[in-house]
């Protein structure tokens, strides 16, 4: 069976060769590029990084240099391993084989074998292409005389392989069958041991005991067995690092911790050196000076800053403990970071410790370099006396101290009569506003500044229109009130005149146009005009013929009792009623309130609605009153009856407003003869913060009947029962809305 497999692998060898030669390796080329990023760190040197699992792989994967032109990426075998080295390493060995190689031309033995002899020198671990100079320092010697304790059981035919001081090796057998680096014990097919890469077969470091030409190998199955040493076969190289190197470690994939997880490292790069100068420290703002040499030097993309809670050592492996801080500034010789508030009030050199470094970040996955982190002091806390003086005012609190970060927590706030406080600076006149944000360094005092509030006066005139005051005179009342910017300001009961009688019968009762009332505020001029109104021209009455059984040809029934409606738009009035039976025309009469009805009307037409734009030749003012009577005449021009005069509130009115419906208690009215009957409406209105137009235009509601001689209404809604038969009780609002009331008496 072993010769078959050999005779089968020695053909694969020969095929992935010829496809190697004619096609290439296919891997792709990541090229490494200086570049400043926000980076992370898992742990200082090794720490975040994880063991594998024992016997069933679980491994930890590390990028760490390049071949052909690809990442390399390492499982990594034992994060602190002691088999090999006097001082603790970390064991990689290659996730992947890497070229296809004989072991040797005659021997198995490790120990001058031309596998050894490539592998170490400038073919791989000498070839800068592979890895740079501070990876190829980072990479220490290997030295192991025997198996060691917790080694696996290897291969019965293979002997163990010592290592004297290579840097790059092959797995032994009993290395690559030991359980705490992840691999199977046992020497059968097992997945742990699989690779992928340039072939799935990979030599193993163990000589054959019983035959010079065979050494140890790992098949296509993970079964280990051995090998023809003068026939190719796959390379996985191994070997460990110096954990002095490593400074720090970065998750590019997966969790930190877990099995699987990623990383690339942060490398010491001796050619890079930091040297601070004199750190200041103004509350927990650091800033720190420092100068960079070497021959690295000019590579650095960054300087970091480590705050750790106990001193640094090259080698620290650690997850918690410290705080990873990047300077401003890039790599301009100075920069400044803040101190995280844990350390604020602390000591550095006793309470914590603090380093700076400088970086070479690259990008992807290849290895960062750095300068060994170099000590800091941060100066001790200062905590300040900062004095209030509050210039002028008074002030509870007259110092505070600050902080460790050099702030005060709060700020007093002083008083000053008649002055408003702007708040603190550092000259008593100009300076600087002081917050509490503002960091101080030294005792300091600090200064309120104040703006004087200025003494306001306002004017409150009272005017008397068509009438006089109670004194008899008519000239204007003036009250001046005063005090500072802010007071509230309130009229009083004696500054408000009192009002004389109207100065005759054809004057209404007069009225306010805003009435001052005791306690008012006053915040600006002002001025109070009573105003004693000329009666109105009454609106033109409801004639109502009383009903005659035979009308001789000179009487004309009153058939037109219709209500107004009207619709302001665009500045327009869209003024509508009810369309009549018997009528051929219609007048239509408008003019502001306080005028006189024109002798002529607006419009005349033959529809039951017009719009009206202009009045006496203007564009409608609809910051007034308006009053509006439609008349209706038929055929012959005799005059069937006139709307109501309907008073209107201009929509743009600030005082007044118009009801919008009228609501009745009932629709229908059935009485005997004599019997009285009241009808009640009530009025919504289109706005709740105005008034209607007052009684002196009209009455709230007007009513009318439409046959006296069956039913009669007064000014009070009260109907009473006449005669039998039917009529009409109509129901109008002051801007000339209406509802109707049927009547029937018995």
Request: hydrophobic share 30%.
């Given at each position: 069976m072993k010769k078959m497999l050999r005779s089968k692998r020695i053909t694969a060898t020969i095929i992935i060769a010829a496809l190697l030669v004619m096609f290439g390796k296919g891997n792709s080329y990541t090229k490494?590029?200086?570049?400043?990023?926000?980076?992370?760190?898992?742990?200082?040197?090794?720490?975040?990084?994880?063991?594998?699992?024992?016997?069933?792989?679980g491994w930890s994967y590390v990028y760490y240099g390049t071949y052909d032109g690809s990442a390399m990426k390492y499982r990594v075998l034992d994060k602190a391993a002691t088999q090999f080295n006097?001082?603790?390493?970390?064991?990689?060995?290659?996730?992947?084989?890497?070229?296809?190689?004989?072991?040797?031309?005659?021997?198995?033995?490790?120990?001058g074998s031309e596998i050894k002899g490539w592998l170490n020198g400038n073919d791989f671990y000498g070839n800068t292409d592979v890895f740079t100079a501070q990876e190829n320092a980072a990479i220490t010697r290997s030295t192991k005389g025997a198996a060691s304790s917790g080694d696996g059981i290897g291969f019965q035919d293979l002997d163990y392989a010592p290592l004297a001081g290579e840097h790059i090796f092959l797995l032994d057998a009993v290395e690559a069958t030991r359980p705490s680096y992840g691999y199977a014990n046992k020497e059968s097919s097992d997945d742990t041991r699989k690779k992928s890469g340039t072939g799935t077969w990979w030599f193993l470091r163990s000589p054959n005991s019983r035959n010079p030409y065979f050494v140890g190998d790992v098949y296509e199955s993970g079964t280990i067995d051995d090998y023809y040493v003068y026939y190719d076969d796959s390379v996985s190289p191994a070997f460990n690092l110096n954990l002095s190197s490593v400074i720090f470690s970065s998750v590019i994939s997966g969790t930190a911790g877990s099995a699987g997880a990623e990383y690339k490292l942060t490398i010491a790069d001796d050619e890079l050196n930091i040297t601070p100068g004199t750190v200041t420290r103004a509350g927990t703002t650091i800033t720190v000076p420092y100068t960079l040499t070497g021959t690295s030097a000019g590579d650095a993309t960054r300087?970091?800053?480590?705050?750790?809670?106990?001193?640094y050592s090259a080698g620290t492996a650690v997850t918690s403990g410290y705080t990873y801080l990047k300077l401003s500034g890039g790599t301009s010789g100075s920069g400044t970071f803040t101190l995280p508030d844990a350390y604020?009030?602390?000591?550095?050199?006793?309470?914590?410790?603090?380093y700076i470094l400088a970086e070479d970040e690259n990008t992807g996955n290849a290895t960062d370099f750095a300068s060994a982190p170099t000590s800091i002091v941060v100066p001790d806390p200062t905590y300040c006396t900062i004095t209030f003086d509050a210039n002028g005012g008074t002030v509870t609190s007259t110092s505070g101290t600050t902080g460790a970060d050099g702030k005060l927590t709060s700020l007093p706030t002083p008083d000053y009569a008649r002055h408003v406080f702007k708040g603190w600076r550092t000259e008593a006149s100009g300076g600087t506003q002081v917050t509490t944000d503002t960091v101080f360094t030294s005792n300091e005092t600090i200064y309120a500044q104040w703006d004087e509030i200025p003494v306001v006066s306002y004017e409150v005139i009272f005017k008397v229109i068509n009438g006089s005051w109670n004194d008899g005179t008519t000239a204007d009342k003036k009250v001046t009130l005063s005090g500072y910017k802010g007071d509230v300001l309130k009229l009083a009961e004696s500054q408000i005149p009192e009002v004389g009688n109207k100065?005759?019968?054809?004057?209404?009762?007069?009225?306010?146009?805003?009435?001052?009332?005791?306690?008012?505020?006053?915040?600006?001029?002002?001025?109070?005009?009573?105003?004693?109104?000329?009666?109105?021209?009454?609106?033109?009455?409801?004639?109502?013929?009383?009903?005659?059984?035979?009308?001789?040809?000179?009487?004309?029934?009153?058939?037109?009792f219709s209500g107004i409606k009207v619709v302001q738009k665009n500045g327009n009035f869209r003024i509508s009623w009810d369309k009549t039976e018997g009528v051929s025309k219609y007048e239509v009469y408008m003019t502001y309130c306080g005028s006189q009805y024109a002798k002529k009307p607006v419009v005349t037409t033959t529809n039951n609605k017009v719009t009206i734009k202009k009045l006496k030749g203007k564009k409608l003012n609809l910051k007034k009153n308006i009053k509006i009577y439609v008349a209706a005449y038929d055929g012959s021009g005799n005059s069937v009856g006139k709307t109501v005069s309907s008073h209107v509130a201009g929509k743009d009115s600030k005082k007044y407003t118009?009801?919008?419906?009228?609501?009745?208690?009932?629709?229908?009215?059935?009485?005997?003869?004599?019997?009285t009957v009241a009808v009640k409406a009530t009025l919504k209105y289109e706005s709740k913060e105005k008034k209607?137009?007052?009684?002196?235009?009209?009455?709230?509601?007007?009513?009318?009947?439409t046959d006296p001689g069956v039913a009669t209404v007064d000014k009070n809604g009260t109907v009473t029962a006449v005669d039998s038969g039917n009529c009409t009780i109509y129901v109008y609002s002051v801007n000339g809305l209406a509802k109707r009331v049927s009547v029937t008496v018995n």
């Open positions: 490494t590029v200086h570049a400043e990023s926000e980076k992370t760190i898992s742990g200082l040197g090794t720490g975040a990084i994880s063991n594998p699992t024992p016997g069933a792989g006097t001082n603790t390493t970390m064991l990689l060995d290659c996730d992947s084989t890497i070229i296809n190689k004989r072991f040797d031309d005659d021997s198995n033995e490790w120990e300087v970091s800053v480590l705050i750790m809670d106990s001193e604020a009030d602390k000591i550095c050199g006793t309470d914590y410790y603090a100065p005759g019968n054809n004057y209404q009762e007069g009225s306010w146009d805003t009435e001052p009332i005791p306690e008012m505020i006053v915040n600006e001029d002002k001025t109070f005009t009573y105003t004693y109104k000329a009666k109105e021209e009454e609106a033109p009455k409801i004639e109502v013929e009383a009903p005659v059984k035979e009308p001789t040809e000179n009487v004309v029934a009153r058939i037109f118009n009801p919008k419906e009228i609501k009745l208690t009932t629709k229908a009215l059935t009485l005997s003869k004599g019997e209607q137009v007052g009684d002196g235009h009209a009455a709230k509601l007007r009513y009318a009947s």
